[in-house]
């Protein structure tokens, strides 16, 4: 934590179930980043010093960029240096308090929310100096400006609504000092590319061209002018005080919207896993959208920290993009302002004809004065329930310089209401502009990506500046004005290999003797599931871009026969074939980064589709533990931890010695789910016994997580937010055929086909009105019906799927190359759920096979 601020900043140690100075004073901030492309590698590391007489137990909470994948952990206390490792979260628990408990010194990481992450330190010894280190990595966002990098690092964390990890506010004693903050930022654009206008936006920080790390200070200057390369940039600031805002660098680089890609090949191969390429693919869409009614809603924040020079900016932007906003016949819009509730300030009828009449009357009701809380979930909630749903396109501006602890509620209410949307064929986006320094870029970022917008950011060094904020209102209306991209499907110049089977051989696997599940004890959560797919996608085929920068990420098992990536797209709404665009592969690099960061966005897609279901949930959860696990990376379900007595990496050397470089393997090389550790490191062999490894499902103390059926395909695409059509995790065969493009009128097997959810069932409404629509729905069969466990929904379900299947087969037979995967994934459904109620292998297959020919004989018979 690098700052206190007028919102009392509470980032930094905190004493548990103290109120009074817990006396950790804050030695020294140090923020090492290096940016690579558009790919940042960053390591945190404070230093407090215990000044307690007692052993005792701290918290430490950090903010980072909300796209960071937080990718590793570790703590120097003393001489002794301590890696942690990844374990799932009740687990990490476990360990945890049962080491405090028993006197040990132990270390604990968990993911708050998408920028805030905390720390446990337990039994910290007196009188000894504290040494975190937190490394993450990410893509740096688009900030819409074209050809524009924009990096925030954050040196503080803002006092927020809601409940917060650490209850209690102590903020830690400012270092004093020379270099008591430190930031260095070296950067490597695209070779053979200028890096220009690098300047910072927010301190007087140290700027020199030609070089992204301290080497030119040991160089003549003869040696100097013939190793400057004008794609590099370094920046050096230092103070000797905490810091009054986040730390915010700007440069342009020519060309970096253009398409890209960053191939990655897996370096240090983790045990058990394959050989993997991850992908990183960069894209914008400079397509313009078509003219058509439209309705625009305003929704301005009005809670007392706007108040001043931050409503007036507000103001300033909804004037301007009024203005200068497409006004198409029969457009309509709206203008709400909210604090925990929402009110219309221009009519309490609803929108209003987007004429120069009102709109003069709009600009004269205004806010002009802000006061009270801030509720961004209920007001998304007015603003959506009240809209005009008759027009078919409609955008949402949030203005806000909010902060939250949790905006699940919110991302919720967009999500549902944009799938709605979408269902009737409209077009339902939101776009988000963070006013102030202290804006939750987490919450921004996360509202615009589910309501499938644009966020624009307002630094509070500009906000007096009207050329700025009228820019940046320029870059909304761009946004707005461009049409969506779908992708259909991305070819990415690999060919993967074929899922092959769970068992370790092919053979007589029916046959085996099957040891009973007393005897074998609960399978471990994440380590239940069949091995991932050959092709694991984020986001899936289906997902539509706009105009700023895309990132889509792959890890592929499998060779790479191309040099391009062939991504096959339309544009909803518009007549006519499908269309391509090619990028060429970048260099390929040696690594773990981009495997790290698809793996967080393969996460994040999981996290954000949480229905609270148990049985869907509970393979989500499983399928981010396996992720976590597999490539270090902390998340929902799972957690950093290490111990002196056993469990982690321990050595006598510093953090600071081994930070990562730009000439590291892109940079780093985190350990893999082995636990095998670099060769400096002492790995602590003996586990605590008493830590043990047992772990319970979370669907009951009592029941075991059941094995995959023998017959099943292995588990395959999870639940994703409605309005993602299916195809995320699919292993799909570069011969395969694209899901068809829906026609206007909308043809049988796309209706279908768009009907699955990512568990592999259909939405029941559209196979009644589809599948259906000429005789009455048959009757779940006796063989499901009589199940023991899972309620009618389930069993319903399960029969939709096979009739599915049924239908499938029989009515679209010619066709199977377009419904091959959903056929795949409603059997996986099928039969995980069998599984789940208890049947066994054979017995799942007996249910499936009467049900099918069931549901055959139905479709032969009409």
Known sequence: MAYVGPAHRRQGLFGLFQRSSIGYPLLSSNYKYTVQDVCVDAVLTETYKSQHNVASEVLYIFEVPPEASVIGFSADVGDTHVEAIVEEKKAANKIYKEATSAGVEAWKLDKVNEEVFQISLGNILPSSIVKVNVHYAYVISSDITEDSVRLTIPCGLAARPGEAPAKETTIPTAPTGSNAVTITVGIHGPDKTRIGRLYCLSHHATITSGFCDSSFKNMTPVEEMEAVNDSKGYVEFTSDHFLSSHFVLVWTVPRIDLGRCLVEKLESPIQGQPQTHAFALTLVSNIDLEPDEHEYIFLVDKSGSMGGSRIQTANDVVKHMLDNL???????????????????????????????????????????????????????????????????RCSIIVITDGLDWSVKAAMRTVREATADAAAQSKLLRVFVMGLGDHVSRGMCEALARVGSGATAYVNESQIQDHDHRREKAETLINAINCSPIRVRSIDWGVTPKMAGKAAASGQNHSSRPRPKKSQLGPAAKGQNLAPPKPIQQVPQNGTMFWAVRSTWYAIIDGTITGSQVRVTYDIPGELGSTRQIVVDHGEQRKGRLIHSLAARALIGT??????????????????????????????????????????????????????????????????????????????????????????????????LVPDLPSGAPPLGDLDMPENIPVSSFAAIPNNLDPAPAPSDKGDELSQVLSA???????????????????????????????????????????????????????????????????????????????????????????????????????????
């Open 756 to 862: 699955q959810n990512g568990e592999g069932a259909f939405d029941a409404d559209t196979i009644k009105r589809v599948v259906f629509r000429k005789s009455n729905v048959p009757p779940v069969p006796t063989s499901i019906s009589t199940l023991e466990g899972g309620d009618t929904n389930i069993k319903e379900q399960i029969w939709f799927a096979i009739c599915v299947m049924a239908y499938l087969q029989k009515r679209h037979s010619q066709d199977n190359r377009k419904w091959l995967m959903a056929g795949y994934n409603a059997h996986v459904f099928v039969m995980v759920v069998l599984g789940i109620l208890s049947l066994d292998s054979d017995r799942s297959e007996e249910v499936f096979n009467s049900s099918m020919e069931n549901a055959q004989s139905y479709f032969e018979s009409i």
């Open 326 to 392: 497409p006004t198409y016949h029969r457009s309509m819009f709206n203008i709400y302002s909210f604090s925990t509730t929402a009110k219309s300030l221009i009519s309490d009828q609803g929108s209003l004809p987007y004429d120069p009449d009102n709109v003069s009357l709009a600009k004269r009701k205004l806010c002009k004065h802000a006061s009270g809380g801030t509720d961004i979930a209920t007001a998304l909630k007015t603003v959506l329930n009240q809209r005009d749903t008759s027009h078919p």
């Open 606 to 703: 999981l996290e954000d589709s949480m229905t609270n279901k148990k049985t869907s949930d509970y393979w989500k959860e499983a399928e981010i533990i396996r992720l976590g696990k597999t490539y270090n990376l902390a998340s929902t379900q799972t957690s950093f931890v290490a111990t002196m007595n056993g469990v982690g990496f321990r050595s006598g050397k510093s953090y600071g010695d081994t930070l990562p470089s730009s000439d590291s393997n892109l940079w780093g090389d985190p350990h893999d789910n082995g636990h095998t550790p670099p060769p400096e490191y002492e790995f602590i062999k003996a586990r605590n016994s008493s830590l043990g490894s047992s772990r319970h499902s979370v669907m009951s103390d009592e029941t």
